[in-house]
Every structure is written in C-alpha cells, then in structure tokens.
C-alpha cells in the first residue's frame, strides 16, 4: 500500500532496488488566484493559490518551493544569511499564525558563481546572476497548502514575449504599510527591458546610472501600479505552461527595482535550469526510507 502526497505520480527508476520515489504534480494550485486588478497595488490572496510560496523571516522574503528538498531564491536574499529560516503552508505570516505552519531548516546554501558578493550589499548596482537554493535537511510534506512549482523547459517555448501574464506573491511592502502580513498577489505583463532601464531608481546609497541590466533579468510591469517591493525578494513570477494550462512554472525570481510601483526586474529562471538541475543532481540526499 503506497501513499504519495500532493497528488504526485510514481517513479520507478529503472533496475533501482529501491521503493519507487513519488514526484509531487508541480505548479498545480489547489484553488486559482483571481486577482481583482514587492506587492504594490495588488490583491489579498490565499496560500492555497500559490502552495509554492515560502517566506523568509530574516531577512523578510520570499522562495519558490522547486522540490520537497528544495528552494529557489534569489542570492541576495541569503547572501548574509547562510541559516534562513523559511515558512510554508501559511497566508498569514503573524508569529502565532506561523507557530502553527510549516518550519523548514537548511541543510545548505547554494548561491550561483556568477553572483558577485559584495562588502556592501546596500551600494549594489549589480543583480546578474540573482539566484539560489537552499537545500532542506528533511523533506517537505506535501498537501493543499504546500505543493512544488514547475521549472521552465529549456525549448523555446518557454522563451517569454512582451505581454506575457505572469503572477508574483510576497509579503512585502505595500502603499499602505512597509510589510504585508497577509499574502498579496498581482498579474503583471512582461515588458522591454528598456522600461525598466528607463525609471530612475530610487536608492541613494548606490549610483543610479551603474545599474547593470543583463539579458539574465525579465522586465515585468508597469500597470496600475502593480509591482513586487522591498521583502517580495526571492518570490516566484510564476508563468502558465504553455505545454499544460493547468500547470504554472517559475519564470523569474523577484530580484531588485528602479522605483515600486513601477516596473520590476526579476531574474531568468530559463538561463539556469542546467545549474539547477545540476546543483540538485550532486547534492541529492540519499533516500533515508
């Protein structure tokens, strides 16, 4: 009698002496979000919209659960942070709500090679190679309010067009207040780079026209106001499959901004499926059934 959360689907690896091992379905909410029009000007929504979601207390950000011994970050989230503590299965991030949600502890932190540290994260004005996995000691439970989100297909399908919908959810700051304790989520449209380019940043600690912008980074926005802000870090711009609708994948990682409220750029999960597979791959954690 086999028992696989999440609805997954049985592997059996070939000749292994092993149990077959239970993928969890990926990218399948349980409930779809409509939204009503880092989360500026976006809507109240619930866990069960996006069971991916992870929160980061410290600092305040936000993951993509990618596998039940995985997540997907963005690096400079956990750049000083090699020990995150990480939530999941909660639309509330009040501490009494997350006493009762899901704690997850990191075995390790995998930030990507390509990301330069820093002495100063303040003054950074390059956010190429935003990316990061935190691989789990154990793994996560899988259920209606828990669930991994797909990764892109490297065929050109998955190359993402001006116009193109995709959904962000965080904790972060909104017009009203500098922290969100109940999920928010937005619909935005991928846009040229050059709108991003084209908005003075906000940041006086950093040199507005240093700003790198790279063909690793997804510009998204620009409407209604509509935009990821400061403790939406990390999060998942999820993008509907264009193989399978009833399936989101994460296309971009919220990474840094000109100005909230305007437009976004978020990193280019597509350019680093190979690192993560790879990284996952090398690291795997032997079955401990």
């Not at 009698?1 to 997954?8: D, K, L, R, T």
């Not at 000083?80 to 075995?107: C, D, F, H, W």
């Not at 912008?213 to 409407?223: R, S, Y």
């Not at 264009?242 to 100005?259: C, E, H, I, M, R």
């Amino acid at each position: 009698q086999y028992h696989c959360a999440g609805n997954g689907s049985w592997v059996n690896e070939a000749l292994s002496p092993e149990l077959p091992k239970c993928v969890p379905v990926c990218g399948v909410p349980r409930e779809p979000f409509e939204g009503k029009q880092r989360i500026i000007g976006g809507s109240d929504a619930d866990i069960k919209n996006f069971p991916w979601q992870v929160f980061f207390d410290n600092p305040w950000a936000g993951g993509a659960l990618i596998d039940e011994y995985w997540v997907l970050t963005a690096a400079h989230v956990v750049e000083g942070n090699q020990e995150p503590t990480m939530y999941v299965g909660s639309t509330s991030v009040q501490t009494s709500r997350l006493a009762k949600s899901k704690m997850l502890i990191p075995e390790h932190v995998f930030i990507h090679p390509g990301w330069k540290l820093l002495e100063v994260p303040e003054a950074r004005t390059n956010f190429d190679n935003d990316i990061a996995l935190v691989q789990l000691k154990d793994p996560v439970k899988m259920g209606p309010t828990v669930a991994p989100i797909c990764l892109p297909g490297t065929s050109s399908d998955y190359n993402l067009m001006d116009g193109d919908l995709g959904m962000i959810s965080g904790w972060g700051r909104t017009e009203k207040r500098d922290r969100a304790l109940r999920l928010k989520a937005a619909t935005l449209p991928v846009a040229p780079l050059r709108k991003c380019r084209e908005v003075k940043v906000e940041n006086p600690k950093a040199d507005a026209g240093a700003y790198v912008f790279t063909p690793n980074m997804i510009c998204a926005g620009g409407e209604k106001g509509m935009d990821s802000c400061k403790g939406d870090s990390g999060g998942a711009f999820a993008v509907q499959d264009p193989n399978d609708k009833t399936k989101f994948y994460v296309a971009g990682l919220v990474s840094w901004g000109p100005q909230c409220g305007t437009y976004g750029l978020y990193t280019r999960v597509q350019n680093y499926v190979d690192w993560i597979k790879k990284t996952m791959q090398e690291n795997s954690t032997p079955s401990k059934d």
